[in-house]
T-cell receptor
Framework: GAGVSQSPRYKVAKRGQDVALRCDPI?????LFWYQQALGQGPEFLTY????????KSGLPSDRFFAERPEGSVSTLKIQRTQQEDSAVYLC?????????????FGQGTRLTVV | AQKVTQAQTEISVVEKEDVTLDCVYETRDTTYYLFWYKQPPSGELVFLIRRNSFDEQNEISGRYSWNFQKSTSSFNFTITASQVVDSAVYFCALSGGATNKLIFGTGTLLAVQP
């Protein structure tokens, strides 16, 4: 497809379960970002990659969160031992470069509900 | 630290009215960029406009216009002759000069009534 694709669109997890969220960026885009959006809030930065290198993971809320992009294209955000406070929409974005003025293209997000 | 504040939580207007969305930002960067994104019910964030810190010229693009004032750290966004399809959550965002990592405000829900 032409846009950023995320799967699954919806995920319900039992507390304590591990989940993996997938992001397919726009082909050729160097940069990939993950954001977390709680209900009624703006997206908050989690981490970003330039190709396969994870350059900033300062936004990951705990060591239960892990992201990878091994071949510089598809990325996976993994959450271990999910907790109720992890319930949110996880947005992925990609852009052709990391310049400050470059717009990011967002996917539709994965809505994670932890019960 | 960087911060974006959108004081308006919800705005309701009638179709064809003009509406202005407010945004105030904080940053210590001398070079930075400001963005407006739209989030319709489908969920994806759609880029609308961008402004850099060294160009305060205000512009109009179709029904959209923006007013950037460094003196008050504000970047307000106006939709002229609003339409029902404009109903969405609008986010103001800030990036520093080094990367396009975005700091978002909390969003303004715009409801345009027919």
């Amino acid at each position: 497809g032409a846009g950023v694709s995320q799967s699954p669109r919806y995920k319900v997890a039992k507390r304590g379960q591990d989940v993996a969220l997938r992001c397919d960026p726009i082909s050729g885009h160097v940069s990939l970002f993950w954001y977390q959006q709680a209900l009624g809030q703006g997206p908050e930065f989690l981490t970003y990659f330039q190709n396969e290198a994870q350059l900033d993971k300062s936004g990951l809320p705990s060591d239960r969160f892990f992201a990878e992009r091994p071949e510089g294209s598809v990325s996976t955000l993994k959450i271990q031992r999910t907790q109720q406070e992890d319930s949110a929409v996880y947005l992925c974005a990609s852009s052709p470069d990391l310049r400050g003025d470059t717009e990011a293209f967002f996917g539709q997000g994965t809505r994670l509900t932890v019960v | 630290a960087q911060k974006v504040t959108q004081a308006q939580t919800e705005i309701s207007v009638v179709e064809k009215e003009d509406v202005t969305l407010d945004c105030v930002y904080e940053t210590r960067d001398t070079t930075y960029y400001l963005f407006w994104y739209k989030q319709p019910p489908s969920g994806e964030l759609v880029f609308l406009i961008r402004r850099n810190s060294f160009d305060e010229q205000n512009e109009i693009s179709g029904r959209y216009s923006w007013n950037f004032q460094k003196s008050t750290s504000s970047f307000n966004f106006t939709i002229t002759a609003s339409q029902v399809v404009d109903s969405a959550v609008y986010f103001c965002a800030l990036s520093g000069g080094a990367t396009n990592k975005l700091i978002f405000g909390t969003g303004t829900l715009l409801a345009v009534q027919p």
